[in-house]
């Protein structure tokens, strides 16, 4: 069974850093996208950023840009969001999901995180920025 495990959200305050991490475990990832999206009270849900471990490409999103990084530790079957200079516009529920992406199933991460392309979704953990 493919389990997502989120960890590292809590409460910072704006200008603050936190880094997130996604374990996973129940199967091998190196043919995955893992990413990371948020939710907003009130909000749609976002993609943050992704990562395919088959081709190496990374996707943020506009506002994360140059703020947050996405990385992964094949030994640990982890990936990791590191985020700087937090902002309480990034206070969310944020959640870790993986999803096949070669063969049929691949897309061009650059263009952008694709939730209906994940196949396992983490329970999220929550980001509290406070001003």
């Known amino acids: 069974e493919v389990q997502l495990v989120e960890s590292g959200g809590g409460v910072v305050q704006a200008g603050g850093s936190l880094r997130l991490s996604c374990a996973a475990s129940?199967?091998?990832?190196?043919?995955?996208?893992i990413g990371w999206f948020r939710q907003a009270p009130g909000k749609e849900r976002e993609g943050v950023s992704c990562i395919s471990l088959s081709d190496g490409n990374t996707y943020y999103t506009t506002s994360v840009m140059d703020r947050f990084a996405i990385s992964s530790d094949d030994a640990k079957n982890t990936v990791y969001l590191q985020m700087n200079s937090l902002s309480p516009e990034d206070t969310a529920v944020y959640y870790c999901a993986a999803g096949l992406h070669t063969g049929g199933y691949y897309y061009p991460i650059t263009e952008g995180c694709v939730a209906g392309a994940m196949h396992y979704w983490g329970k999220g953990t929550l980001v509290n920025v406070s001003s």
């Open positions: 129940g199967s091998t990832f190196d043919d995955h996208a």
